[in-house]
């Protein structure tokens, strides 16, 4: 297996390598000239660099760039700049999300596993989720005045509309973690298929650690893939956990 990691530069996306790494995983990633590479990447031998801009590739780029890689993490997002949020690309991850499908697709033999990092945000009314009126509110404007909301959106819906739940080629799970926050070690988390507490007015908390983790699991154990495979799977960290748990039984008192 050879994954291709995208967004490996990012907070999330370098511990995705190193998981991998850690599970003596084949790994091509794709650097910005402008990225900073850690000593730690830079120098395994199970780590293949290529340097460019995801953005700018043409159709023949992509088609090279994935090559014989079996697997792709996206965990692309925007900087949290103004630039970053408000400036070109807007639409990054879906704009790549789709150009890697359509490369996918024009080879008839071709199959990959793609995850992608989502957020709790996205409400997949394929799956009966619902949001309160408050939430519906705040979440439609966010995707009318915050770019890289509406481009998560975008990629996640083109995953579900378009791809689908049968398609022959494309295996896809979009991760949907919590906040996040950074951890030194993994700790105990869950994963539920839908949010178990809303993202908007009781947003808790998971580490980018177990996020990464979840994500390399999901591609080494195949009855962990087949779970969640074309589903939504929400990371919890075990505060979250706790808290929910408390609330619940509070409840019941």
């Known amino acids: 297996m050879k994954v291709l990691v995208l967004g ?31 000593t730690e990447i830079q120098h395994n031998p199970l780590v293949e660099i290529e340097r460019g801009n995801i953005s700018e590739y043409s159709n023949l780029e992509m088609h090279s760039l994935i090559q014989d890689c079996s697997a792709i993490v996206s965990c692309l997002g925007h900087n949290i ?3 970053g949020m408000f400036g070109s690309p807007r639409n990054l991850v879906f704009d790549v999300v789709k150009n890697i499908c359509e490369v996918v697709k024009e080879e008839a033999d071709r199959k990959v596993k793609l995850i992608l ?11 009966g989720e ?3 009126l408050g939430e519906r509110i705040i979440l439609s404007l966010l995707k009318l005045l915050l770019p890289p909301h509406r481009d998560n959106v975008l990629a996640a819906d083109y995953l579900v509309k378009n791809i689908g739940s049968h398609n ?21 988390y869950e994963v539920y298929e839908s949010q178990i507490r809303s993202p908007i007015f009781d947003a808790g908390t998971t580490s980018r650690i177990n996020v990464s983790h979840f ?4 591609l080494v ?21 706790r808290d929910t748990a408390k609330a619940i039984a509070l409840n019941k008192s």
């Open 8 to 38: 490996a530069s990012g907070a999330t996306g370098k511990l995705v390598v190193l998981q991998l790494i850690k599970r003596q995983i084949s790994i091509r990633i794709l650097f910005r000239e402008t990225a900073a590479l850690s």
């Open 81 to 83: 700049t103004l630039k």
């Open 215 to 218: 994500m390399a699991e999901l």
């Open 130 to 132: 619902v949001n309160s």
């Open 221 to 241: 154990d195949d009855r962990l893939w087949q779970e969640w495979q074309y589903m939504m799977p929400v990371v919890y960290g075990e505060q979250v956990i």
């Open 168 to 188: 022959e080629q494309i295996e896809w799970i979009a991760v949907r973690p919590d906040t996040l926050v950074n951890e030194d070690s993994e700790q105990p």
């Open 117 to 127: 990092m989502s957020t709790t945000a996205y409400t997949n009314i394929t799956k």
